[in-house]
């Protein structure tokens, strides 16, 4: 959680900056901050409580700050509660209250992350002398670093590395120390960080949509290194202090992307890109008519020999792998496991030898997804990521990635991503079944030739988005909703009540149709709002009973099925249509609906739909 950027270069810092953070505040928005030097005066800190709009009115947008070289954050609070104090950047002056101790400050900084022993590292600091106005980790690194620069040598370099030495956590670290105007220095661990390069100008991010506007080639900085910024020009050290040389990368996303496109929300765009999403993402992958693994560097012996598969993810990413688990034992007959991340990592796993492990993750920064790919690549297992973000932790420390191309995703609630996702997952499933001989190359060839129709089969179900909106108007006031079905169609309930609750904070819960009557169902009142999902002809007139059984209760009932299943309406209230194709995929066009009523409800209560309350874009804290 929490952006950070940075800006040395010929122009203002400021605009800049304030535009970088502008792409970052899906990461927090609990408060944000700007440290400017110009050339050799000490640099001004200007911090506000509450969204990025707040310090933008009070610095004029940036033009009532001069200098060319600066930093920036937006919060999202982890130690400490959002206020102007808390908010970054901190020096390392001893200044009360309010943090503007920058004049006597030799260090000023920003951090995203978590420093896990600070109150230690506190102690000893104030042993030393040093106090503090917040009650942030941040503040104790920032004066961490000034002690070792005062203590050692006055190297930015050493303090910065002695630093990464005495602290535990994660961090991506933005400095500025007053003797050294002009630079910027950085460090990281386990925190996401790129480094971005144009004529004359260096930029530092927590992501890509940040400073795409300006430049495409980027540096990305690994775990425990550190990295000087001057106009045009970057300098990486380990942490012994040798330089390392680094390879520039080109990042293939347009900079339209990352804006609205004329969308009221980030959301809606990324609802519509979702062809798009599964397009691009299919082309990947698909070569002359076949799934081309090779690419991801799986061969076929590799996949005759697993015996075991392990998703492993958080939230939406999670509940991709319940569909994959879905599609993948029922044609690869490969056994399968979904675990959430989270939980994966502190349990006492009995994991096979020959099991794959696949991280599924949007950002690729989730601490607790990339602890869990850690933990399997100690046990020996072999580890896949599906992964969005290119170049990042989890992408970078597997042995094999599959990548998403879902382009940049900006609304904190998952969309065109998850869609994504799910391809990789049936492309996965339908390659294994082939190579172990499961599914006939006739069979092999339709499922493939149906994933293409997916992207049109959306933008139909697009087209209807009015008649959602409509229903949903109706139920602007509803308190709980219910979300039933059976196999991929409850892995579908999942992520349509997470869109839900998310972003409109209307109480939802997702059951698994048969289960609804061992307890939950006690929850019906009259007019209660159950989503019924039937997708699945076999399992189709099962879900039909439950959804009775709640109508009985006095339930008011939405039916989500394919064309086809008319009859739905002698039971539903209110019936929403999907294309029919390969049931084994229909959680791609099932999920669309269930998102747009996310959406509307939120819309219709007025919230913000773009960033929901106390949520982050990216978990990169347990
Ligand atoms: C919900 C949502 C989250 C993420 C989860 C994992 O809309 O976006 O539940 O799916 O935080 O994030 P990634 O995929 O980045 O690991």
Redesign the pocket.
Same mark, same amino acid.
């Given at each position: 959680m929490c952006g950070i950027v940075g800006f040395v270069g010929k122009r203002q810092a400021a605009p800049i900056l304030l535009d970088g953070l502008s792409k970052l505040e899906y990461r927090g928005y609990d408060s944000a901050g700007l440290a400017i030097r110009n050339g050799d005066e000490p640099a001004e800190v200007v911090k506000s409580k509450g969204r990025l709009k707040v310090l933008s009115e009070k610095t004029d947008n940036g033009n009532a700050l001069i200098g060319n070289c600066g930093i920036g954050h937006t919060r999202w609070a982890t130690h400490g509660e959002p206020s102007r104090t808390n908010a970054h950047p901190h020096v390392s002056g001893n200044c009360t209250g309010t943090g503007s101790g920058e004049v006597e400050s030799e260090v000023v900084g920003v951090h995203n992350g978590i420093i896990e022993n600070f109150k230690e590292l506190k102690e000893k600091l104030m042993k030393h002398g040093y106090l503090f106005y917040s009650q942030t980790d941040t503040e104790v690194v920032i004066k961490l670093v000034d002690y070792y620069y005062k203590k050692y040598t006055h190297s930015p370099q050493e303090a910065i590395a002695k630093t990464m030495v005495r602290v535990r956590g994660s961090y991506a670290l933005c400095l500025m120390f007053k003797s050294h105007p002009g630079e910027i220095w950085v460090a990281r661990k386990d925190s996401p960080m790129i480094i971005g390069i144009s004529d004359g100008e260096t930029y530092v991010a927590s992501d890509v949509p940040a400073i795409l506007k300006y430049t495409r080639n980027v540096y990305y900085i690994g775990n425990l290194e550190m990295a000087k910024l001057t106009p045009g020009e970057v300098t990486f050290y380990n942490l012994d202090g040798d330089v390392i040389e680094k390879e520039l990368t080109e990042i293939k996303w347009d900079a339209e992307s990352a804006e609205k496109g004329g969308y009221e929300h980030f959301m809606m765009k990324e609802i519509h890109e979702q062809p798009k999403a599964i397009t691009d993402t299919l082309n990947s992958l698909i070569k002359d008519e076949k799934i081309d693994i090779d690419s991801i560097g799986l061969s076929n012996d590799e996949v005759r020999n697993i015996s075991q598969i392990y998703i492993v #993810?958080?939230? /939406? =990413? $999670?509940?991709t792998g319940v569909v994959t688990q879905y599609v993948m034992e029922d044609i690869a007959k490969i056994p399968v496991r979904v675990e959430l #991340?989270s939980e994966f990592r502190y349990r006492k796993l009995l994991l096979d030898k020959n099991g794959l492990v696949i991280i +599924? /993750? %949007? /950002?690729?920064?989730?601490a607790d /997804?990339l602890a869990a790919l850690r933990l399997a690549k100690d046990k020996g297992i072999k580890t896949l990521a599906i992964v969005? +973000?290119v170049g990042s932790s989890?992408a970078r420390e597997a042995d094999n990635v599959l990548y998403t191309l879902a382009g940049p995703?900006i609304a +904190? #609630?998952?969309?065109k =991503? $998850?869609s994504a %996702?799910l391809i990789a997952g049936y492309l996965l499933a339908i390659q294994f079944a082939y190579i172990k001989n499961e599914i006939a190359e006739e069979y092999y060839k339709n499922l493939i030739k149906e994933l293409y129709t997916l992207p049109q089969k959306i933008e139909k179900v697009l087209e209807d988005k009015e008649r959602i909106q409509w229903f949903v108007a109706k139920q602007a006031n509803a308190q709980d909703v219910f979300y039933i079905g059976r196999g991929i169609d409850y892995a579908v309930c999942l992520e349509g009540s !997470?869109?839900m609750k998310?972003?409109s904070y209307v109480h939802s819960e997702a059951y698994a149709a048969g289960e609804l009557k061992h307890g939950t169902i006690s929850l019906i009142e009259d007019g209660t709002l159950v989503i019924g999902v039937l997708t699945q002809s076999e399992l189709y007139e099962k879900t039909v009973s439950n959804m009775v059984e709640c109508k009985s209760r006095g339930a008011y009932l939405m039916g989500l099925t394919s064309y086809g299943h008319y009859e739905i309406e002698d039971t539903a209230d209110f019936t929403v249509y999907i294309p029919k194709t390969d049931e084994h995929f229909t959680a791609s066009l099932a999920v669309i609906p269930l998102q747009l009523m996310g959406y509307y409800l939120s819309v219709s209560r007025g919230l913000d739909v773009d960033k929901p309350r106390n !949520?982050a874009?990216?978990?990169t804290v347990e």
């Open positions: #993810a958080c939230g /939406s =990413a $999670y509940h #991340a +599924v /993750s %949007q /950002s690729g920064e989730t /997804s969005n +973000v989890i995703e +904190v #609630a998952t969309t =991503a $998850y %996702q !997470l869109k998310e972003i !949520l874009k990216s978990v």
